[in-house]
């Protein structure tokens, strides 16, 4: 199994602060959010290696960045630049999976996260969830509020959590059950992504291609056990520096 860190993003709703600087190296509790994700992903034994999607734009921040983790992780970590420059020209979250996947190969499974989120519980569930499972499988966790419902993606499960629906951003959503940009995919949905491509398959936000799978196969859905901070606005970074309470030294 491998790892795929998505880290080719803009962040332009943090303004100055990522303007020139990539958001996965901000740093929260004294390390960057990057770090925090793969200090988790070090603790997982059955995730072999691990590949970071940057955009052109940032590559040397992260060839700087993996320059100084020499020490820091045992599991081999490369770096993938998607070549694009701007908001404008990205690739978009879904295609920078199979970007990446064009230069391994599609020939394992895959924890794919998002780069600009941190949890305080470790992945290992997740993975074990998978792993039991034997199917593509996606995050969830109970949103509350409304209008925060409408901004992500919101699914309806069944009884032993099989997703029946996956609505990305939907204005009347059919539930409070919200997704994460986390999963974890098997090798045989991974090679549906050129399909999914020429069946129109949105390629921006992470969950359409979840999304889709769910609607050729069986996915399933791992209830979050703890909190997680989505680093996506200023008022979001300052939150997560005050509330973020690691489970890792």
Sequence with gaps: MIGIVLAAGYATRMGELTKNFPKPLLKVEGRTVLNWLLADIETIPEIERVYVVCNHKFIGFFNQWLQEQTAAFRKPI??????SMSKETRLGAVKDIAFALEHIGVNQDALVLAGD??????LQGFVDFFQAKQRSCIMCYREPDLEKQRRTGIITVNKDFRVISFAEKPQQPPSDLAV?????YTRADLNLLPQAFAEGCPTDDPGSFAAYIGSKS????????????????????????????????
């Design 180 to 184: 994460p940009p986390f999963y974890c």
């Design 117 to 122: 989120n941190v949890l305080e519980f470790p």
């Design 78 to 83: 490369h770096l993938l630049d998607d070549g």
């Design 218 to 249: 069986e996915l399933y859905a791992w209830q979050m056990p703890g909190k997680r901070y989505d680093i996506g606005t200023i008022p979001g970074y300052e939150q997560v520096q005050k509330l973020y309470k690691p489970f890792l030294k």
